[in-house]
């Protein structure tokens, strides 16, 4: 279950141009003393150990299913992923955010020069370049979707973690220049250390946003609503089949999907399959050519089945690329659910009943919970109660 090659790519960009703009606003700091720049320094080498883990996470995914794991390893990214987030709520924003108490309980004005904001303009080119790599990657997974909606609903956990700290990066640096600009020219160092808190705090709901996320999809969540409709909406347009129920879903990893669902076939499908089986001229009455014709025509319906069951899957994937794992189960029916099933097709077909003895037309007839059955000694329809 290996991630997109878009994702990797684009954690190791965001790594090797965090890596080179760490240590550009490292200088930048001991040059100037600002508390901005100390901010964006600190967010910077934390987006670095950040991607150190996504790389992590993506390669240890990357690991084939095996006995212990039979669904694979990619659940892997979702730890890493949180992992990541606690490290920008914990490094970037609370380190952030501190500093910025700091400067704004003790200020001091910061030395600026021609340096400092030549820095700046270096680290917001390479953090924008870093920005729009990863942007165009997205782009290419969306494949024509809307770019926001996929992001939201199907991105990989870790190309949205390197969209958004590179967002915030990009952004903080427009902050940052502003407020060590405007401490510079109005002699108040509060302007430095709001642009630094404001950065703090935008790291927090980046990284709170990430958690929430990466949780979501570590404990199952279901796939896309329209995904699961297109799913349903195929089964049941199966001739084969006459319903389903139970349908459920699973992300494995956004680009791995998990179906689930409970079928029961036509019974005109598979009286049909039977009497492709069964002799023309009718079963003899006793005996072993009975015994083999009758085993040859469950041999012949058990392998219609599966074969039908085979195309329903190859028709899902073919629909769904996603659809890796598809467990379809034959409808579990009780005798009685079976019985009362029967007399409700009967009845809605205005059939007869069978067996069962005729309704009195003076009596309504009751709903219970599994249905209804008939009343041996009353001819009345009542209700099974479980």
């Given amino acids: 279950m290996s991630a997109p090659a878009s994702s990797l790519k684009a954690v190791i960009a965001a790594l090797s141009g965090n890596v080179l703009v760490t240590l550009i606003k490292f200088i930048a700091f001991f040059l100037s003393g600002s508390g901005a720049m100390l901010s964006e320094a600190i967010h910077s080498a934390a987006d670095t150990g950040n991607q150190v883990l996504l790389f992590l996470g993506l390669k240890r995914a990357a690991r084939v299913e095996d006995d212990s794991h039979p669904y694979g390893y990619g659940g892997e990214r979702f730890i890493f992923g949180i992992l990541s987030a606690s490290g920008i709520f914990f490094v970037g924003c609370g380190v952030t955010v501190y500093h910025g108490i700091q400067s704004l309980l003790h200020p001091h004005v910061a030395e600026t020069g021609p340096v400092t904001f030549a820095v700046l303009g270096l680290s917001f080119l390479i953090e924008g370049g870093v920005l729009l790599f990863a942007v165009r990657g997205l ?3 969306a494949a ?8 939201r609903t199907k991105a990989d956990p870790a190309s949205v973690a390197i969209l958004l700290e590179d967002g915030a990066a990009v952004l903080g640096l427009v902050l940052a220049t502003a407020g ?12 430095d250390a709001l642009a630094s808190l404001t950065v703090g705090v935008l790291l927090g709901l980046i990284a709170l946003y990430l958690m929430v ?24 347009a199966r001739a084969s089949l006459a319903d389903l129920h139970d349908v459920k879903t699973r992300q494995l990893t956004p680009e791995s999907y ?6 029961r076939f036509s019974e005109s499908f598979v009286a049909a399959r ?16 009975r015994e083999r014709a009758l ?29 890796k794992h598809i467990d379809l189960e034959l409808e579990h029916l009780t005798a009685a659910a079976a019985e009362a099933a ?16 005729p309704l009195d037309p003076e009596r309504p007839i009751r709903q219970g919970k599994s249905g209804l059955l008939p009343q041996e000694d009353t001819g009345f329809i009542t209700p099974v109660e479980e």
């Fill in 139 to 141: 782009l290419t997974q």
């Fill in 213 to 236: 996320e990466n949780r979501e999809l570590l404990l199952g969540r279901s796939v896309p609503s329209d995904v699961e409709q297109r799913f349903e909406d195929l089964l049941r």
């Fill in 258 to 263: 998990q179906f689930k669902a409970e079928l």
């Fill in 274 to 289: 039977l009497a492709e089986a069964l002799p023309a001229q009718g079963l003899p009455p006793v005996g072993a050519e």
């Fill in 342 to 357: 029967e007399l409700r097709a009967r009845v809605s077909l205005g059939g007869p009943l069978g067996s069962a003895k």
């Fill in 180 to 191: 060590i600009g405007l401490a510079h020219v109005t002699g108040n160092p509060v302007w």
């Fill in 144 to 151: 024509g979707e809307p770019f926001f909606r996929f992001v």
């Fill in 295 to 323: 085993t040859d025509a469950a041999r012949h319906l058990i392998r219609t089945l599966s074969e039908e069951i085979d195309a329903i899957e190859a028709e899902v994937r073919r629909a769904i690329p996603q659809a």
